[in-house]
Structure formats: C-alpha cells, structure tokens
C-alpha cells in the first residue's frame, strides 16, 4: 500500500471538486478508500521503527500533563508491559490509535490533506519547481503524518480535559479533613485563606523552613542534569511557553535521595483538606506533581488561565506554585503576574447579562507582580485567574500541584467561607 494509493486520493479528491462549496466533513467515502486509508495511515504511524507513534507519544505527554513520556522500544506493543502501569496517556492513545478510530479520522484528515498538498503544489509551480510522481508521494505521506498526529492530539486533548472535568464532580475523591492525621491543616494565615476567596490569589511566605528550601533546589537540579525536564513541543511551537517540565507523584519519589521533595509534598498534598476546612471548596485529593524549569533569560509562560468553565472547564479548581530558588533578589526578575480576578458565570449570572459593562472585563488589568522568593507558595483559582511568567536573570524551578473540584461551590458572590 505504497505510494500509488496516496496519489489517487489527492487525484481523486482534485478533479472531484463540487461546483458548490461542499461543508467539511461530510464526503462520503466508499469502503474500499476507507479501508485503504486506514492501512496507510497505520503504515505511516509504523515505519521506520514506530516513529510517527513515539512523536504522537512524547507530544501528548509534554503537552497534555498526563505524567512524564514513557518511551518503549522498536516494535513495543502499546499495551503495558508486566508491572506497569496503563496510565491515563497509554489509555488514550491506544484508544485514539485502533483502526476503528483511525477510520473515523480517514475524512476530516484527507480533507486537510488534500488542501495543504495542492497549496504546497501550487506554490512551487509558481516558483518553477514541479515535482515528480515519487517526490509528490514523499510530501503527501509527510503531509498525511503531520495531519494525522494533529488530529489525534486534537481528540486526546480533548478526551483528557472531558475526563478531569468530569472528575472533578466524583464525591469519592473528595479531600474530606475530618479524620485527616497527616498534618494539622494549620500551615495557611487567615489573611492568605482571605485574600484566596475575596481576591483569587493568597501568598503564604516561608512555607517550608531555609533548609527545605535549599534540599528542594538541590533534588530539581539533579533531575534537571538528569534529563528529566522535556520541553512542553505543543506550546513552544506556538510561542506560548518555553520552560520544561517533568511530572512526578508523591509514590515514585526516593526517600532518602529526595528527603526535601517528601516534604514538600506531603506538605503540599495536605492543601486541599485544608481549604475544604476552612472555605468548603469541595477539592479533590491530588498527588501528581509538574515540575518546571525557567532558563535564565528565555523563560517565560505567557498570560494564560489554568482552568475554565463549561465548555473550557478541565476540572482544576485551585493552582498551588511552590518557588524553590533561595536568595532571590528583584533584580533577577522572572515575576508571576497576576491579572485582576475575571467575574465567572456565577457572578455575571447576579449581575444580570444586561448589566456586564468593560468595568467587569478586568482580566487585562495587572494586579500584581510576584516575586518567586524560595520558600513562597502561591494559590489562585485556577479558572478565574490569568496570570504571565516573565523572563527572569537566573534560571528558577517551581513545582505546581493543581487541586481539582467542580465549579460553584465557592466561586459563588457573597458565598465563601473564611476561618473565623
């Protein structure tokens, strides 16, 4: 099923343009075309020892937040191996790879494909270069490739955000604090829990003593040197971000090579029984772990909100960003933003749809900038926050844990909870 095939399609898609425009996605393919465009598309996903499907994979794992890329070797099945885990990546990009859902793809995919092919191909006509029968085989099937991984991206992206939204209502996860012995759930001052519910975003400085600090630092570095921290593709590409990041639970941590990481984390792990304590969030438990790294001059997240509502909600409810460089002084640079609070459906729902004027369009307006002093922890609601990372003198690790929980309870005006 080699070139041939590919050629007829794009032939066959050219010459049976309509007269009227023709609304994408509704051709209809007959069984034989389907069948074979399935073929090549898992012909495409296989050669060359599997490379299109480890680009999918290390794509979907820097770009979804679905635990760190788990490569396997030349010919590995996508099933796991004995004793490992089938976690949420694995799932779905077995799910999005099988031919059933291949066959779904054959339309919107060769759809984009034929579009992009006879623009390539007009444009080198124009420039004088017309390419032979085996070179336009080679771009269609490049073309095909970089279509089809973006689709399935597309699916998986979408996929993973409906699972978390979802999740984020299931009472059996929730961080219940009656009965909690790990900690004494007191590591917040009023004015942070405060400033969380009224403002959208609490400060808590030296969370963890100078000598945490300092192990935290040292643990990153090593994982950094190790190669750990893989660059987010997806969001590059785009000029979003360019930090990386790896992904790491609270279980895969080594307790005596990582003693300052076991107490962060567990320290960080207490949070949302905390926050159900005092202002009845309704958080999930939560033990999964980004950390990230800002090169010194090139780091930078762009202005940005975790989280959203409805259609946008991915199930996170509260972002909780430990700094870990010690001795950080202005002058280095590399603030957190935080834009002022957007008004969320719950708000505008008081207001009256008729009563939104620009003085509620505040997401623009610059609130306040963050130093990230080692030690500093930052919470903020995640869907209603924006907030920039800028650039900074000296390169900075941050570990982030995000806290799941449905929207309303809390997000409601005039209906939070602070400790008395």
């Known amino acids: 099923m080699k070139g041939g095939f590919l050629e007829r399609v794009i032939d ?17 393919w007959d069984e034989k075309t389907l069948e074979g465009t399935v073929k090549v598309f898992e012909e495409i996903l296989d050669e060359k020892s599997r490379l299109a499907r480890n680009d999918l994979e290390r794509r979907v794992r820097t770009g979804t937040g679905v635990r760190e890329f788990r490569g396997r ?28 859902a ?46 089809l991984i973006r689709y399935i991206l597309k699916l998986i992206n979408s996929d993973n955000s409906g699972v978390h939204a979802s999740g984020s209502h299931d009472a059996g996860l929730l961080a ?17 829990i405060r400033n969380v519910m009224e403002k959208g975003y609490g400060i808590q400085d030296q969370w963890v003593d100078d000598n945490v600090v300092r192990q935290i630092y040292n643990e990153l570095e090593l994982l950094d040197f190790d190669g750990k921290l893989v660059e987010v593709q997806q969001q590059k590409m785009t000029g979003t971000r360019t930090d990386r990041i790896h992904w790491l639970t609270y279980d895969a941590l080594d307790r005596e090579k990582q003693p300052g990481l076991v107490t962060l984390f567990k320290k960080m792990i207490s949070v949302p029984f905390e926050l159900n304590k005092k202002c009845s969030l309704y ?7 980004q950390i990230s790294v ?11 909100v975790d989280g959203g509502y409805e259609e946008l909600n991915n199930g996170r409810k509260i972002t909780t960003m430990f700094f870990a ?10 603030p957190v933003q935080m834009y002022k609070r957007c008004p969320n459906p719950f708000q505008l729902a008081k207001i009256g749809a008729g009563e939104v004027t620009s003085s509620h ?31 900074a003198r000296r390169k900075r690790y941050v570990v982030t844990l995000w806290l799941m929980g449905p929207p309303g309870p809390g997000d409601q005006p005039d209906d939070h909870h602070t400790p008395k």
Not at 325 to 334: I, P, R, S, T, V
Request: net charge negative; charged share 30%.
């Open 283 to 289: 958080l999930q438990a939560s033990a999964s772990f």
């Open 294 to 304: 800002y090169p010194a001059e090139k780091g930078f997240y762009k202005r940005h």
């Open 325 to 334: 460089n010690k001795m950080w002084a202005k002058e280095d640079g590399g």
């Open 12 to 28: 066959r898609e050219a010459a049976a343009k309509p007269k009227q425009p023709e609304v994408p996605g509704t051709k209809v």
């Open 102 to 147: 291949l066959r779904n793809m054959v339309g919107p995919v060769m759809e984009q494909v034929v579009e992009i092919f006879n623009r390539v191909k007009a444009k080198g006509e124009r420039d004088g270069m017309v390419m032979d029968s085996e070179t336009e085989c080679k771009v269609v099937r490049d073309i095909i490739k970089e279509c």
């Open 361 to 391: 369009n505040t997401d623009q307006e610059l609130e306040e900038e963050i130093e990230p002093h080692g030690g500093r922890l930052l919470l903020f609601r995640s869907r209603d926050m924006p907030h920039e990372v800028l650039p």
């Open 73 to 100: 070797c030349c010919g590995a099945p996508d099933t796991p191996m004995p004793g490992e885990e089938d976690d949420v990546a694995s799932r779905l990009l077995r799910e999005n790879t099988k031919p059933s």
């Open 176 to 192: 219940t604090p009656q009965g909690y012995t790990a900690g004494d759930l007191e590591s917040f001052n009023p004015e942070t």
